[in-house]
């Protein structure tokens, strides 16, 4: 039976929720704050800044990563920057323009009240951060800085350089080690959560293991917070770090919390294009380079077919034989249409032959108009670091001089292909960001988040540190409101006890399967069957083929796979491969989602639903919903509820970036 999903939305006109909300809140008494405990795994933006924040309220915190430090989240890796609705250009930009552009690049399909929320509070992230010491990037006189990212026409995306993830994370962390100092929180380092534990229906505490000691251990809590990040990596290869994995969530998901839209998955415009079979990493090439960078592919199909052969190059093609396709197709957005529908793009271009590489799968990013325009050394000072890594990665120097035809200097362009970069899709919350588990909240990019069918760039960091800095420290203190009555959780209940010995014998069959094949090139295969049949495009008849192969390579994973090594001590291997069996679950799940949703929207592109042009055809009818899964066991259809979408601000139309 599908179950009616509570998102605890308060009534009332959209801009008065998040007030009206906050006013009656039942803040727990200061005085039991020092008895609650709570558990937050992940040590991202989203997990470093809620960590922080609970503990500066009172709260005992434990908080949990599996890398040797919080500041190698993968947070760090961002690079564009962070948006906010400052309005600091006096460009027309307000809360309720931020508000729409996301509810727009969403492709009407993100909860509204959330995104409003989402909105008022960023002005605020950018003030803490500020006070924390991120050194954003100033203009001359001293006003910090803004430029423009996808879907929005105005300014209101701050950066330092292109590494805001790092600068954030390091604020984050400065007062996340504040609190450590303090006693207040207690840091899991090289620990990974390996199971939820639920007592009489609530979150009440972790498996973790020391992946140093390969040594299992119990942590109990009042309530348990996750902040683990996204499902990118179930495609083996995408921008993602390495060490990305959708464990928790899938262990969340398997103990009855619902999964939200796992079909919604973000593919990155502007990558570096893959260049071989022993590639096991893509990197993204920010989207702030498409401020001062045009898009082209060659108008003449000659042209491509010589660049493909590698006889011409493309600082020789003249500007009235360039195709900027995105300025042609979208006049009023160009290069900064959002990403799905650049993505979607490129891909339109190389599937018609016109690809610029030898592999016929890459589109340019040309930089010759701006240097001529600002110089080298303004466009060094935005993207500096970005074209140092460039160069690093395929020895080619974006800033170089190439040609020079009718008096126009032509400078090496780069080349980017779409790559799988972000999920939208994650564990379903509600209003205060708690799961359908009582007591288990999610947070950051592995709740299903704010960002409908397509993320706008710059809003994954501002919706993690909003989630952690400025929502959840208040809306969990609604659930923690009478849990001082429980005081301290015993880790010796049947409960935990059950659920450590089911780790243990999980690792235990992995370990005895002693088959031939390695996690990694299962992965890999894995990754295959996803960007064929559920990546960019996507059909019925595809998406049943790879849900068949899915489970054919699953079977094979559970009789041929080869772990060396043991429990005991470090084992990367074993961690991989229980990672692997989750990326088979998420996988599958993605699939299903995609193969019941009868329509195109934002990152989910079934190509029996589109317009003559190719542009996404949205079944508002139909599928004007979020689709919650709830797990049914392994190989088994996970059921699907429904949680209807209501918009009260905001008049549901289709995309429109032409005019
Ligand atoms: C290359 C790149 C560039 C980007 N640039 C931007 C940008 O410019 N602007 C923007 O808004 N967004 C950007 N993004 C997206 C953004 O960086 C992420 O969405 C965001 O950082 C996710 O933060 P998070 O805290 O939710 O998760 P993460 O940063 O992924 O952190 C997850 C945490 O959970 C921990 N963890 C995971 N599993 C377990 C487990 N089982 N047990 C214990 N701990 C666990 C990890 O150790 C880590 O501490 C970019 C993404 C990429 C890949």
Sequence with gaps: MAKVLDSKIPAGPVPEKWKEYKAHQRLVNPKNKLKLDVIVVGTGLAGASAAASLAEMGFNVYNFCIQDSPRRAHSIAAQGGINAAKCYQNDGDSVYRLFYDTVKGGDYRAREANVYRLAEVSNNIIDQ??????????EYGGMLANRSFGGAQVSRTFYAKGQTGQQLLLGAYSSLSCQVQAGKVKLFTRYEMEDVVIVDGRARGIIAKNLTTGKLERFSANAVVIATGGYGNTYFLSTNAMGCNCSAAVQCYRKGA??????????????????????????LMSESLRNDGRIWVPKNIEDAKALQAGTKQGWEIPEEDRDYYLERRYPAFGNLVPRDVASRAAKERCDKGFGVNNTGLAVFLDFSESINRLGLDVIMQRYGNLFEMYEEITDVFPGDVANEINGVKYYKPMMIYPAIHYTMGGIWVDYELQTTIPGLFAIGECNFSDHGANRLGASALMQGLA????????????????????????????????????????????????????????????????????????????????LKKMHELEKEFDENLFVPGTKEGLNVEL?????????????????????????????????????????????????????????????????????????????????????
């Design 258 to 283: 619902m999964f939200a839209n796992p079909s919604y998955v973000q593919i990155h415009p502007t990558c570096i294009p893959v260049h071989g079979d022993k590639q096991s990493k893509l990197t």
């Design 467 to 546: 989630d952690g800095y400025f929502v959840l420290p208040y809306t969990i203190q609604n659930y923690l409101a009478d849990q001082s009555i429980w005081g301290k959780i015993s880790t010796d209940l049947p409960e935990f006890d059950a659920a450590e010995k089911a780790v243990d014998a999980e690792m235990d069959r992995l370990l005895n399967i002693k088959g031939k094949r390695s996690v990694d090139s299962i992965h890999k295969e894995l990754g295959h069957i996803m960007w064929e049949y559920v990546g960019m495009g996507r059909t019925a008849e595809g998406l049943k083929t790879g």
């Design 575 to 659: 961690d991989k491969a229980i990672h692997l069996r989750d990326f088979f679950t998420m996988g599958q799940l993605v699939a299903f989602d995609a193969l019941s949703r009868n329509e195109s929207c934002g990152g989910h592109f079934r190509e029996e639903y589109q317009t003559e042009e190719g542009e996404a055809k949205r079944d508002d009818e139909n599928y004007f919903y979020v689709g919650c899964w709830e797990y049914k066991g392994k190989g088994v259809e996970p059921e699907l509820s429904k949680e209807p979408l209501e918009y009260e601000a905001i008049k549901v139309q289709t995309r429109n970036y032409k005019n």
């Design 129 to 138: 951060c500020v006070a924390q010491g991120v050194p954003f990037a100033r």
